[in-house]
């Protein structure tokens, strides 16, 4: 059994991520009699999994339908096929975003362009007089 402190030491998240995900549901925590959490050992892996999906860009609402599939007893097609729909979801939301940033940025990139042309012949006061 392990100790939130050791816990958090074994998987780099803090004591503080980890309560967070014990209290959104994602991470099943024991108490002791003295009221202390207490962690099985496979809970190392199941944080380090909820941890790589945090840094793909996932969110604890995203990953939560899917958190049955990061312990270790699924079967491995079940996990896959779950993941794979998680991240192909992920993919097109990113590419969503991207687009609509891509956008912003021509749209600024342009504004930029016209701005130091404007500059460039003396503002706008310069530009209609010649």
Known sequence: MLSIG???RQTGASVRSLRHYEQCGLLLARRRDNGYRY???AAV???QRIRILLRNGFTVEEIRPVVSMLTPQPSLREVCADVIAL???KLGELDERIAALQAIR???AER???LEEQRRLGGPAEAARS
């Open 6 to 8: 050791e816990l958090s």
């Open 39 to 41: 962690f099985e050992p």
């Open 45 to 47: 892996e199941f944080v």
């Open 87 to 89: 991240y192909g979801s």
């Open 106 to 108: 021509t749209s600024a």
């Open 112 to 114: 930029l362009a016209f």
